[in-house]
């Protein structure tokens, strides 16, 4: 972890992924506290009209569009703003390397690990949201947060909320994720069998990106979770619990050995974990609604189910594994997602390819960088035949 800022500077900040859900709340955030921020750059893929609307708005220095097909688009529409325009992958790795103390990485899918990668190396306060970089290259991930002392403040809001009441050094007995289990909780796998794209992007608490609506949906996202769950808190796999808690107001927990339980609660609202880590250490106002107890007047837990969710007993298997296992996983899954989202698969065939992609590359040791990269390649391939 690295010093708390200043609190009377304004916070210069990039947003990594600012034309998706997780960018549009940041936006939302930093749109209403204009004194607190000024805005480095910000990043999409390919939607440049929409990432032009944004840089203007929050009078951002730089926008870049990964897609290099893009880049025209965003040049004229951002002509006459004075805001420098960039396209393709390596210009959204540059606007990392921007020199903004804080960086929200909300990029979809692996291809955010460069970006984030190259802010961590400049020791920024990095807002982590986009999961699939730990689930890809986690212990590698980690290693260069400590070697180059930047600060990864988590974003999901489950590690958001562990990450609030977690006292660093104190004996912890296990971390407790809470699940909203998905739009197809109380569906059997018959009906799963018939899942269209747009039941499985229909949560029923959190609006989100389809990809990580999806993921929400198989449960993979929970699996996903665990594993990052193990990276950003030193945790074993046996450690970390998962719960079912159908109205998401308990973020998740953290149980002590002294048998004390702390935990984070708050409204299914995206705004109230990203404006933790926008204004961390200290506090900000969000326009989010209080929580009213006495109209929630229940909470309720149960496990989840191996049976109907294998993505649990998959994900479990590869933090167990280590090495590579994690990387296959993850390439796979967001292959077979895509798929799922444009009708070639069906549902449950998401969890079949990533359990045969699995088994086709046994896990290995990664050293290198490179190698995860490499691996991944590789698991997108065998993944996309499938
Ligand atoms: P969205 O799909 O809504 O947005 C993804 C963003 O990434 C967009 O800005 C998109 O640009 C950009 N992007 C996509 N592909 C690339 C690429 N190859 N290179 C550069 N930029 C790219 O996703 P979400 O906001 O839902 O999720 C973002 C991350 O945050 C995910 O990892 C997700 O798991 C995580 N997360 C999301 C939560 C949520 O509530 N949505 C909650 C917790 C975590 P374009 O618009 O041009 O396609």
Redesign the pocket.
């Known amino acids: 972890m690295t010093s708390a800022p200043s609190a009377d500077a304004p916070r210069s900040v990039t947003i990594?992924?600012?034309?998706?859900?997780?960018?549009?709340?940041t936006v939302d955030l930093i749109t209403r506290s204009p004194e607190r921020f000024t805005v480095e750059a910000v990043?999409?893929?390919?939607?440049?009209e929409?990432?032009a609307a944004i840089a203007r708005q929050l009078g951002a220095r730089t926008a870049a569009?990964?897609?290099e097909a893009?880049y025209p688009a965003l040049k004229a529409a951002l002509s006459g703003s004075g805001i420098e325009a960039a396209g393709g992958?390596e210009a959204?790795v540059e606007a990392a390397a921007r020199p903004a103390e804080w960086v929200m990485?909300?990029?979809?899918?692996a291809?955010?690990l460069r970006?984030i990668l190259t802010a961590i190396r400049r020791g920024a306060m990095v807002a982590f949201?986009?999961?699939?970089?730990l689930v890809c290259a986690g212990e590698l991930m980690m290693a260069e947060v400590r070697q180059h002392g930047a600060t990864l403040l988590p974003?999901?809001?489950e590690h958001n909320a562990i990450f609030q009441v977690f006292q660093p050094g104190a004996k912890v007995r296990r971390l407790i994720l809470t699940a909203s289990g998905g739009p197809f909780r109380e569906w059997s796998r018959e009906q799963m069998a018939a899942a269209t794209p747009a039941q499985a992007v229909a949560h029923p608490n959190?609006?989100?990106?389809?990809?990580?609506?999806v993921?929400s949906a198989t449960l993979m996202?929970k699996g996903?979770e665990l594993i990052e769950a193990s990276h950003l808190f030193a945790m074993p796999e046996d450690q970390i619990e998962i719960v079912v808690h159908p109205q998401s107001v308990i973020h998740s927990l953290v149980d002590y050995a002294d048998g004390s339980v702390l935990a984070q609660l708050g409204v299914p609202d995206?705004r109230v974990?990203i404006a933790y880590t926008l204004a961390w250490p200290e506090r900000m106002e969000t326009p989010c609604a209080a929580l009213d107890l006495a109209k929630i007047a229940r909470l309720d837990f149960r496990q989840p189910d191996p049976e109907r969710f294998p993505a649990l007993r998959l994900t479990r298997e590869c933090l167990r594994q280590g090495g590579s296992a994690a990387t296959v996983l993850n390439a796979a899954n967001e292959v077979a997602v895509a798929a799922f989202l444009e009708g070639r698969i069906g549902f449950l065939d998401i969890e079949r390819i990533v359990e045969a992609t699995l088994a086709m590359i046994p896990a290995q040791a990664v050293a290198t960088l490179d190698e995860v990269f490499a691996i991944d390649a590789e698991a997108r391939r065998h993944a996309a035949a499938l």
């Open positions: 990594l992924g600012a034309t998706g859900s997780v960018g549009a709340s990043t999409a893929n390919k939607d440049a929409r990432l569009v990964a897609d893009a992958a959204v990485g909300a990029i979809v899918g291809a955010g970006p949201a986009n999961k699939e970089c974003v999901d809001s959190w609006s989100m990106g389809a990809k990580i609506s993921d996202n996903l995206m974990p």
